[in-house]
């Protein structure tokens, strides 16, 4: 059974979102990878000065950049990255390939990745996106998600067919991504995985050295998982051996599939939670998930604050004072709910049909001002923020340099202890999950943590991201 390198960085990735991110440091820590997670990239003296970490992620927001936005963002972070001297190299995506032409080009990041490193641009890319631990598959090139107990392909799931940034009108990822690079496309299907082992990792060899583009690879079971994560450890060994990088696009699919081929799943330590205090939950999701769970919180207790997307929001310089007052009075409503319960809801209601939709951008940076007015005012120990882009904004906003894992909870949605040079920030238990992640408990199960025994096991029963 193959093992990662015994020293030295094994994994460098940047993550396209912000709980896409902590998603790659779950796995990554499951499979005895200790991993951190920086806001900006580190430097090598940085990273030394952890010389217990052994894989390095950047949270990055991607997902909402357009192509030009991309070409300024992503080069320079790639570079970085790169200088690590971490053998794999990985862009990591959302498992349900969120990405259009114009926004979080998959396609395009792709063709940046492949600059960042020398040769790049003349080896393939690995593509892998199925994670089956997270309710994801692809057989023959398709991607099929979970929704509410039922398997859907992509372009037939209810929420990601209709997504109102990136709607999933393809489910062939080789086919949408088409539309989002030139570079050729190609396919290793499950049949291809199939067999003895040393027959598919000849075939899955030749095909990778055949390429010189982007080739997917199908993950529809444990077993092709397996067998794509001992492909992709060949790829990480060979750069080990001769200091190169082998770079990979996909969804924590990557690490899973790693994990599998080596056979280090479970090994996560967990870290001890700080006794129950206040918790403070900013959610910025409007997925039926996260309306779920706002409405158990408020059933169990949590006190609610909601705001008015379009208010926080400034459309045009005109509109910025007004908004900024609203902000500013919405922060005080929150500190004012704390200082009655030590568990507050600051809720973004789903949208009114008919009315003027809201840049999630500028919703997230709303909502990343009004945390940070509110932590400026009360120390808040454990704060959950629901939404990818929301947490990456917040995070941001809040000056935190880094995250380590604390424990496991909902797949792809750890808690997590910041690392910052803001002492009310250092050390602060922070949980930030996609707008579909977690059963209907979820905020009320993470503020009991620290309260009795309570498991983690149920947290996440539903998962996306």
Known sequence: MPQPPSEGLVVAYYGDDFTGSTDVMETLEDAGIPTLLFLEPPTREEVASHPEVRAVGVAGVSRTLSPAEMDDELPPVFSALAALGAPLLHYKICSTFD???EVGSIGRATELLRRAV??????ATALVVGVPQLGRWTAFGTLFATFQGEVYRLDRHPAMSVHPITPMHEADVRVHLSGQTSLPLS???VFDLDGPDDEVARRVDESLGASDGIVVLDVADHETQRRVGSALHRRLEAASTTGGTAVVVGSSGVEYALGAAWGRQGHAAERAVRPAGTTLVVSGSRAPATQRQAEAAVAAGFLRVDLDPAAVTAESATDAEDADAT????AAQVVAALSASDRVLLFTPPPVP???AVDGTRLSLALADITRQVLDRVDIPRLVVAGGDTSGYVAKALGIRALRLVRRLAPGSPLCSAVSDDPRVDGMELCLKGGQIGAPD????IADLGTDDVGTENVGAAAAG
Do not use: K, N, Q, T
Not at 118 to 123: H, I, N, V
Not at 327 to 330: M, N, P, S
């Open 442 to 445: 979820y905020f009320v199960r």
């Open 354 to 356: 008919g009315a003027p």
């Open 118 to 123: 020398p040769g790049g641009e003349e080896r």
């Open 187 to 189: 396919l290793i299907d």
């Open 99 to 101: 990405s259009s032409p």
């Open 327 to 330: 902000r500013a009075a919405v």
